[in-house]
């Protein structure tokens, strides 16, 4: 069965630290994953993506299929990143699902 | 392009009544899924629309809930009788294909009292 698994509910940083949310999926085929974020009271967008290997707002995110892994890393937090971060998986004819969330705070 | 529309963006019920949310997906995309959001569960695929047929309805919790696409343009995702354990964000989203990126609506926030 397809899972997502985001072990940590909350992460709080201080601006400039390095941030890594992880995220470890389980899937028998060939995922695509992503990574979509949610401002406070903004929709749900997509932050990135594994196949188009780009850093957005500063954030990367490598696929590592041996340890199943897909961690999201900025070198320098900002303010500004503060939101929830969901991992999601897709597939072959599969619907999109996300794992639990990772709240993001950075404080000055 | 509005972006995926949900209506409404609030709804309090009482207890057994029903419920009816509603989505306007993308012009042009032939994907629609549902999802509800709460704190504990996060982020639930309730169901997968293609084409506005239901390919994965796994995720509805219980016979309560209830989902329709009638065209491409309109779905909707009925609960009743509605329960306070109902109460979460709801969201409808879509892409032009089931394995791309999502859109999503502003969500419905259902509060059952």
């Known amino acids: 069965a397809q899972r997502v698994t985001q072990p940590e509910k909350l992460l709080s940083v201080f601006k400039g630290a390095p941030v890594e949310l992880k995220c470890n999926y389980s899937?028998?085929?060939?995922?695509?994953l992503f990574w979509y974020v949610q401002y406070s009271r903004q929709r749900l967008q997509l932050l990135l993506r594994h196949i188009s290997r780009e850093s957005i707002k500063g954030f990367t995110a490598d696929l590592n299929k041996g340890e199943t892994s897909f961690h999201l890393k900025k070198p320098f937090a900002q303010e500004e990143d503060s939101a929830m971060y969901y991992c999601?998986?897709?597939?072959?004819?599969?619907?999109?699902?996300f794992g639990k969330g990772t709240t993001l705070s950075v404080s000055s | 392009d509005a972006g995926v529309i949900q209506s409404p963006r609030h709804e309090v019920t009482e207890m057994g009544q029903e419920v009816t949310l509603r989505c306007k997906p993308i012009s042009g995309h032939n994907s629609l899924f549902w999802y509800r959001q709460t704190m504990m569960r996060g982020l639930e695929l309730l169901i997968y629309f293609n084409n506005n047929v239901p390919i994965d309805d796994s995720g509805m919790p219980e016979d309560r809930f209830s989902a329709k696409m009638p065209n491409a343009s309109f779905s909707t995702l009925k609960i009743q009788p509605s329960e306070p354990r109902d109460s979460a964000v709801y969201f409808c989203?879509?892409?032009?294909?089931?394995?791309?990126?999502?859109?999503f609506g502003q969500g419905t926030r259902l509060t059952v009292v």
């Open positions: 989203a879509s892409s032009w294909r089931g394995n791309t990126e999502a859109f």
């Open positions: 899937y028998s085929g060939s995922p695509e």
């Open positions: 999601a998986l897709t597939g072959a004819g599969t619907a999109l699902i």
